[in-house]
């Protein structure tokens, strides 16, 4: 199966950045999809970006477009968020997942990581 550990979460001002990293092991992913979400407080959990793995296309929801950046190194198994113009309403737990490229189900997902944007 495919593990994920997501890190590089934390505290930012609104306008500064932050990058997660989410270190993938188990299988290669060379068929699979990847993608970042995120749940602020009190509200649904929401898809940030994801990342074919293969071809390297990405999509982005339209609150982060134009900020976010969605990467992968494919040497080192790892994808990356990085989070630039950073606004409060960001603050969230960030997961990254895993999915057959053909699913439309995520069934990997990582433990989460905490990023709290202040005012």
């Known amino acids: 199966q495919v593990q994920l550990v997501d890190s590089g979460g934390g505290l930012a001002q609104a306008g500064g950045s932050l990058r997660l990293s989410c270190a993938a092991s188990g299988r290669t992913l060379s068929n699979y999809y990847m993608a970042w979400f995120r749940q602020a407080p009190g509200k649904e959990r929401e898809f940030v970006a994801r990342i074919s793995w293969s071809s390297g296309s990405t999509a982005y929801a339209d609150s982060v477009k134009g900020r976010f950046t969605i990467s992968r190194d494919n040497a080192k198994n790892t994808l990356y968020l990085q989070m630039n113009s950073l606004k409060p309403e960001d603050t969230a737990v960030y997961y990254c997942?895993?999915?057959?490229?053909?699913?439309?189900?995520?069934?990997?997902w990582g433990q989460g990581t905490q990023v709290t944007v202040s005012s």
């Open positions: 997942a895993a999915r057959i490229a053909l699913r439309t189900t995520y069934d990997y």
